[in-house]
């Protein structure tokens, strides 16, 4: 049996990740100097064990995306059993007050 995998510090890496979209989303920011050095000074090169490291966290990556977009199908379909059930019930209402005495409808039937 194959041992699952272990990718330290994922969760700091993908948080890091989508902080880093999100600033870049400011034009003012992505467009800067010190972030295009940030990103590109001093080049490293991965050894075979990084490279295999960076192999292994693309494809959870994928993974995830896939488990996300099935997720959000998922969700759609069930918001659109739930608009349905939800037009069928209000039909209900409309129809069962429409037998309701007037009384009822306006506040009535008080102590």
């Known amino acids: 049996?194959?041992?699952?995998?272990?990718?330290?510090?994922?969760?700091?890496?993908?948080?890091?990740?989508?902080?880093?979209?999100?600033?870049?989303?400011?034009?003012?920011?992505?467009?800067?100097?010190?972030?295009?050095?940030?990103l590109t000074?001093?080049?490293?090169?991965?050894?075979?064990?990084?490279?295999?490291?960076?192999?292994?966290?693309?494809?959870?990556?994928?993974i995830r995306l896939e488990e996300q977009r099935k997720f959000y199908e998922v969700a759609r379909q069930r918001a659109r059993e739930l608009d349905v059930y939800m037009e069928s019930f209000r039909k209900d209402i409309v129809e069962s007050s429409m037998f309701l005495p007037r009384t009822f409808l306006q506040g009535g039937l008080r102590n």
């Open 1 to 38: 049996m194959e041992q699952p995998i272990k990718l330290w510090r994922e969760k700091q890496r993908v948080s890091l990740r989508a902080f880093i979209r999100q600033l870049l989303e400011d034009k003012q920011v992505a467009s800067s100097q010190a972030v295009a050095a940030f």
């Open 41 to 62: 000074k001093d080049p490293i090169t991965l050894n075979e064990e990084e490279q295999l490291d960076v192999d292994r966290r693309r494809a959870m990556d994928g």
